[in-house]
């Protein structure tokens, strides 16, 4: 499927759910003695970020931040 740009779509979710499907990012938390969040690419590991000091919902957001881009 050809995507020419997400602009142009008329309702949010559309564009979500083309970002979900073209997006190659997954994240995975584990717990140790503190939460760390496994960040992938194209399903090789890019980055293993210790949450130390704070909670499993901090660590959630994290991964999410990294599946939508938004940390690089």
């Keep these: 499927m050809a995507v020419k740009g997400l602009n142009g ?3 949010k979710k ?6 979900n499907i ?3 990012r997954t ?6 003695t503190h939460y760390v969040v496994d960040m992938y690419d194209n399903g ?3 980055e293993s970020r210790p ?3 704070h909670s499993k919902r ?3 957001d994290c991964a999410t ?7 690089e």
Excluded: H, M, P, S
């Design 27 to 32: 994240a995975k938390i584990r717990e140790e």
């Design 9 to 11: 779509l008329k309702y």
């Design 14 to 19: 559309e564009k979500a759910f083309i970002e």
């Design 58 to 60: 901090y660590a959630e």
């Design 44 to 46: 090789k590991l890019k």
């Design 22 to 24: 073209t997006n190659t």
């Design 51 to 53: 949450i130390v000091g």
């Design 65 to 71: 931040n990294w599946v939508e881009g938004i940390i």
